[in-house]
């Protein structure tokens, strides 16, 4: 009765999840009745699948067999299999995926799989990866969340490092140590040095990595039909709940892995327009949309037309080509449900249902056009690095970080600016195609990151530039002297004076408060939106406005550059200058948390 009503309503797309304990129960057993029926069922219909391969779902068997190849996370604790909220059937979260035995098996699942739906008429697309993590549960950015610490990881982790920095003494020299030999060497247990957290978690990302595009390898082999690839959350620096760099994966490092890319899509603008830029050219599609979220103690909101729109409407105009929704029918079981579905559990549709009807309807006479529109042009890039992420993280700042660069991205998308992400993957390529590049909070950074963004200054580029660029060389492991860093003071020809940490609001306390610099407190709160932060630090404009940065406030000294704003105290905060043919705008605090603001 589902599909009926699904193709009834003119949707065209379903997606079945294979799950690894389901369909492999036993070692000699592999079972697809379940799939069997509903890829049947879908053909009869005309309903196009998408297979997606649930791999996180582990055979008890395997489990028990090798129990070596089990998580272990940095508590020392050895992880065992277990049911979640979208994992209900048990046997999640885990199996570490650097074990050749495991590896194995799930390469003769996805054999099995693709052999047996490769020829089968509704088979549309395969999805290989369902939010690539590194363990579900332990999501949330924690140190006690780390994985993972088992013999395994360990090993690789060293060889990682042997091709990253070629001897020993050389590894020695960067991360501050005095290890004897190789054997010496371990993940870290602490986020106190930096340079050892951030390799480790970027080993780790790249084990995410490695493994997403040998599955993608392994399908592609035995189907090269169809379209083939995995889907993200593109959340940036997310806390809590979020995905991030330090639990979970690089989405740009995946986006040009598969045929096309794709993700949970929701959170505007910074979602779609980070899956268009990871994915360089490639279809783009919001493959499991979280428009009707909810969960047991939250009931999801009725999704009308006017709100459907609103969201979809403007995806498709950042570049997203397709949607689906989670899920046809809500949820039943654990604390998703009674959420997410256009039908409730017992069936009945809900208005979500009519609003999906009623937007593909009046979609379709332009769907053509649509999809041959390439998504905008940006001139503006904003400026993203995993390493960086990991050390605003290990320095507890992690949720600031995300806010800089989620105020930059709103500003220009409400500014109606076509802005993209931009990251050390494709740097010097993608720096070509922009005017403006904005790097928000860019403490931790690589002589050749500089090198590139000063070079592409030089020839026309206008460069954002926030307070302490590039003070920690990620090549030496070490703090610079002279900020910016790297060689772009004198490159620059900026500097910054004494650097002050804010900790309280530059004496704002309330609307009446003592006029600061010529401003009241209540034109700082109006610039705050009405919010009290503890960090503000409140800047005066050339032309007499309020403006307000974050957190630190580091006089900028350029014996050439033109001062746009001021710091309470008269020192300059905002400075233009002039570097070969192009421009760079440096602020001695960080700007980017508060931008969005209306008033700032």
């Not at 994985?147 to 960067?174: I, M, P, S, T």
């Not at 490695?210 to 593109?234: F, G, K, S």
């Not at 999809?371 to 001139?379: G, V, W």
């Not at 600016?417 to 494709?426: A, I, M, Q, R």
Request: glycine letters at 8%.
């Amino acid at each position: 009765a589902d599909l009926d009503l699904a193709a009834s309503e003119g949707l065209r797309d379903i997606k079945f999840w294979v799950q690894w304990r389901v369909s492999h129960p036993e070692s000699d057993t592999f079972w697809y009745d379940d799939v069997d029926r509903l890829m049947d069922m879908a053909a009869d219909h005309g309903l196009r699948v998408t297979l997606n391969i649930i791999y996180d779902v582990v055979p008890q068997w395997i489990l028990d067999r090798y129990p070596e190849n089990r998580m272990v996370r940095q508590t020392g604790e050895i992880l065992r299999p277990a049911a979640d909220a979208s994992r209900q059937i048990g046997g999640a979260n885990a199996l570490c995926l650097n074990h050749c035995e495991s590896r194995e098996l799930r390469h003769e699942f996805t054999r099995q799989t693709v052999c047996r739906y490769r020829g089968h008429p509704a088979l549309s697309m395969w999805d290989v990866w369902n939010e690539p993590e590194q363990c579900m549960p332990l999501r949330e950015p924690r140190l006690e969340n780390l994985v993972c610490y088992c013999a395994a990881c360990q090993y690789l982790f060293r060889e990682w490092l042997r091709g990253k920095y070629g001897d020993l003494a050389r590894l020695n020299r960067v991360w501050g140590r005095y290890e004897r030999s190789w054997d010496e060497v371990s993940p870290p247990l602490s986020c106190t040095c930096h340079m050892d957290m951030i390799d480790w978690r970027l080993f780790m990302l790249d084990t995410i990595t490695c493994e997403a595009q040998w599955r993608i390898n392994v399908v592609r082999a035995l189907d090269p039909l169809h379209p083939t690839y995995c889907h993200v959350v593109p959340f940036i620096a997310g806390e809590s709940w979020g995905l991030n760099q330090i639990t979970c994966c690089d989405d740009f490092a995946l986006g040009t892995q598969g045929d096309v890319f794709a993700g949970s899509v929701n959170l505007f603008p910074v979602q779609p327009v980070k899956i268009v830029s990871a994915a360089r050219g490639r279809v783009c599609y919001n493959v499991e949309s979280h428009v009707n979220a909810g969960s047991t103690a939250s009931h999801p909101q009725p999704l009308t037309s006017e709100r459907l729109r609103r969201e979809f409407l403007a995806q498709i105009g950042l570049g997203i080509r397709g949607f689906m929704f989670w899920q046809f029918r809500a949820e039943s079981l654990g604390m998703e449900a009674p959420a997410w579905g256009l039908l409730d559990p017992g069936g009945k549709p809900r208005l979500a249902l009519g609003a999906a009807a009623d937007f593909g309807v009046n979609l379709e006479p332009w769907t053509k056009a649509i999809l041959s529109a390439p998504p905008p042009e940006p001139r503006v890039g904003i400026y993203l690095s995993a390493a960086n992420e990991i050390f605003h993280w290990n320095t507890g700042r992690l949720g600031e970080y995300r806010r800089h660069i989620e105020g930059y991205s709103v500003f220009l998308y409400r500014n109606n600016v076509p802005f993209c992400y931009v990251t050390p993957h494709h740097l010097a390529e993608d720096l070509q195609g922009l005017d403006v590049l904005i790097i928000p909070a860019l403490y931790a950074c690589t002589v050749a990151e500089a090198a590139t963004m000063g070079e592409w200054v030089g020839a026309g580029g206008v460069l954002v530039a926030e307070a302490h660029t590039a003070a920690y060389n990620l090549d030496t492991g070490r703090h610079e002297g002279d900020l910016p860093g790297l060689g772009l003071a004198d490159r620059f020809g900026i500097l910054e004076a004494e650097a002050l940490a804010q900790g309280t609001a530059a004496g704002v306390r309330s609307p009446d408060g003592p006029a600061l610099n010529g401003a009241s407190s209540s034109e700082l709160l109006v610039a705050l939106n009405g919010r009290l932060n503890p960090e503000a630090v409140p800047l005066t404009l050339s032309d007499g406005r309020i403006g307000v940065g974050v957190r630190c406030s580091a006089s900028v000294v350029s014996a050439r550059g033109t001062t746009l704003a001021r710091f309470q105290d008269g020192l300059p905060a905002l400075v233009r200058t002039a570097v070969g043919h192009g421009t760079v705008i440096y602020a001695g605090t960080y700007i980017g948390a508060d931008l969005a603001t209306p008033a700032n």
